[in-house]
């Protein structure tokens, strides 16, 4: 099977998942604020795109910011495609980014991954709880990696209060962290011809404050027509995926 073709079935799974999980009580307000005011990018084909698409997407008329973001399953560290995502996943992302989710989130121990830091890991009120662990405490990930290769080891330096949604299961990286994790995870010939410093495995895209879910559908459109090799998702499509 292709790497596009792996992707697709990743990214069906993974929003079936979500819908399985959420069935009869529909989308929260807080999946709504997570899922609903930023538009997730996809490789259109392969499990990476290149950081100069940031730039490209930024171009869009309507565009304010965009983020590189690498998302792997918690477990096996294999890269997840964006999307609704029902597992314990590792995520590694610029800490700026948090600022322009429409999902506020606090801590309830510790503080924020440093910019500059590597080794550090800040888990959902979820995971947390599941892996019985605390700031201060030390955790191996991913927890089972595939493949022959071993977990990395990480400080916990902060717990996230409870959202609701998806965010209780994540463990926030920085993006060095994450660079190291794809490299892992990358087929080892694959591995040797892509530079995890200039790819990422999603891209996270966001709009003016107060620009509607309607909006933002369009512009993921606009996204698709204009950039080529992405796939920006709808956030409509992953809102209603939680309602089913």
Not at 229 to 244: E, F
Request: hydrophobic share 40%; charged share 20%; with cysteine.
């Amino acid at each position: 099977m292709t790497p596009r073709a792996l992707l697709a079935v990743a990214a069906a799974m993974v929003v079936a998942c979500g819908s399985s999980s959420s069935a009869g009580s529909g989308a929260s307000a807080e999946d709504t604020a997570f899922y609903g005011g930023t538009i997730q990018v996809n490789p259109a084909d392969g499990a990476t795109l290149p950081m100069s698409k940031i730039q490209e997407i930024k171009q869009v008329s309507g565009v304010k910011t965009a983020f590189p973001v690498y998302r792997f399953d918690a477990r096996t560290g294999q890269v997840e495609a964006a999307g609704v995502i029902a597992t314990d996943s590792i995520i590694a992302s610029d800490p700026t980014e948090a600022a322009w989710s429409s999902l506020k989130t606090d801590y309830a121990q510790g503080h924020a991954i440093d910019a500059d830091s590597s080794g550090e890991v800040v888990l959902g009120s979820a995971i947390a709880d599941e892996l019985k662990k605390s700031v201060g405490d030390g955790i191996d990930l991913p927890l089972k990696p595939q493949g022959g290769v071993a977990g990395h080891p990480f400080k916990v330096v902060g717990v996230l209060g409870e959202t609701h949604t998806a965010p209780d299961r994540f463990a926030y990286v920085n993006i060095t962290d994450g660079q190291m994790l794809l490299k892992d995870a990358l087929p080892a010939a694959q591995g040797d011809q892509v530079d995890v410093t200039a790819a990422a495995t999603a891209i996270d895209v966001y709009a003016k404050g107060g620009t509607s879910i309607g909006e933002l559908d369009s512009l993921a459109d606009q996204i698709n027509e204009q950039v080529t090799g992405v796939n920006a998702i709808k956030p409509s499509r992953l809102v209603d995926s939680l309602k089913k």
